[in-house]
């Protein structure tokens, strides 16, 4: 069974950073496409970071600079390294795995299949 596990999120001050970690059971994550979305309160889940399994990498804008999205092949683990984080990267946060995406839909929730449950994370100001 493909499972997903998403964890690190907490509350965190403005310019402060976080790690999430998103850990694969089930699948031989190294040949998946990963993605870490976001989901506020009342607005719809869109794409921060994606890692392909040739080890590409795509950013939103808004995240670019800031985040940076690691595989680490031993653990099956993806991580989110988030620094610089503002009030308004509140949200939810999930990760996502497809075998593939096409990297013009890298930040797409509809391209990706296996989702983990979300981790909170609150930036207070």
């Known amino acids: 069974e493909v499972q997903l596990q998403a964890s690190g999120g907490g509350l965190v001050r403005a310019g402060g950073s976080l790690r999430l970690s998103c850990t694969a059971s089930?699948?031989?994550?190294?040949?998946?496409?990963i993605g870490w979305f976001r989901q506020a309160p009342g607005k719809e889940r869109e794409g921060d970071a994606c890692?392909?399994?040739?080890?590409?990498?795509y950013y939103s804008d808004s995240v670019k600079g800031r985040f940076t999205i690691s595989r680490d092949s031993a653990d099956k683990t993806v991580y989110l390294q988030m620094n610089g984080l503002k009030p308004e990267d509140t949200a939810v946060y999930f990760c996502?795995?497809?075998?593939?995406?096409?990297?013009?839909?890298?930040?797409?929730?509809?391209?990706?299949?296996?989702w983990g449950q979300g981790t909170l994370v609150t930036v207070s100001s």
């Open positions: 890692v392909g399994s040739d080890g590409s990498r």
């Open positions: 089930g699948f031989t994550s190294d040949e998946h496409d």
């Open positions: 996502a795995a497809d075998v593939f995406v096409r990297s013009e839909f890298a930040l797409l929730e509809s391209q990706y299949v296996h």
